[in-house]
């Protein structure tokens, strides 16, 4: 059984930092783009930041500068630092990860569980 495992939430105050990591295990053939998503309450689920199997990397225009995304191929580990934190980051933050679990699968789509960020004084 595949899954993503997040961790690193938790309670900042404004301009504060936290990195954020999601683990992928299980049975994985390959792992394609890897990305972190957010939803506030009340708000649609939006995109964070992705990076690709290549390292190609894009940010929405909402955190550019601020957080910074990265992986661990040999652990199949996806990071989010984010720096300069502002109330408006407040939000359950999920990971989202595109594998193959064997050749004859083609890609799927996988979802952490998410973990609460709250920026607040």
């Known amino acids: 059984q595949v899954q993503l495992v997040e961790s690193g939430g938790g309670l900042v105050q404004p301009g504060g930092s936290l990195r ?41 225009d909402s955190v550019k500068g601020r957080f910074t995304i990265s992986r661990d191929n040999a652990k199949n580990t ?10 408006e980051d407040t939000a359950v933050y ?16 996988y979802w952490g569980q998410g973990t609460q960020v709250t920026v607040s004084s």
């Open 78 to 87: 996806v990071f989010l630092q984010m720096n300069s934190l502002k109330p």
């Open 20 to 60: 954020l990591s999601c683990a992928a295990s299980g049975s994985i053939f390959s792992i394609n783009a890897m990305g972190w998503y957010r939803q506030a309450p009340g708000k649609q689920r939006e995109l964070v930041a992705i990076i690709t199997s290549g390292d190609s990397t894009n940010y929405a």
């Open 94 to 109: 999920y990971c989202n990860a595109g594998m193959v679990v064997n050749r004859y699968t083609g890609l799927t789509w």
